[in-house]
């Protein structure tokens, strides 16, 4: 394997962000669905709330994206 290709290991501070951004979605996904009365699958929802969801889910990926930069210097 080249040096290039060889895996990363994160540091415990950039685990726990990442254990926290998929909490955050994980979270997020669940919190909908409930408010809602959905069902678990997404293939399932009205095509209106999977455009919420997908758009509330962009906004939090932008949040986490702009908590990388500020944490990490990303």
């Keep these: 394997m080249a040096r290039d290709e060889e895996?990363?290991?994160p540091t415990p501070e950039e685990r726990e962000f990442?254990?926290?951004r998929g909490?955050?979605?994980s979270t997020h996904f669940m919190r909908f669905?409930?408010?809602?009365g959905?069902?678990?699958d997404p293939d399932t929802w009205p095509a209106a709330?999977?455009?919420e969801f997908d758009r509330q889910a962009r906004?939090?990926?932008e949040e986490w994206k702009?908590?990388?930069r500020e944490t990490f210097g990303l």
């Design 49 to 51: 709330d999977r455009e």
């Design 66 to 68: 702009n908590r990388a």
């Design 33 to 36: 669905v409930t408010e809602r």
């Design 38 to 40: 959905l069902d678990t």
């Design 7 to 9: 895996a990363v290991t």
């Design 18 to 20: 990442i254990e926290a």
């Design 59 to 61: 906004r939090l990926i």
């Design 23 to 25: 909490k955050a979605s």
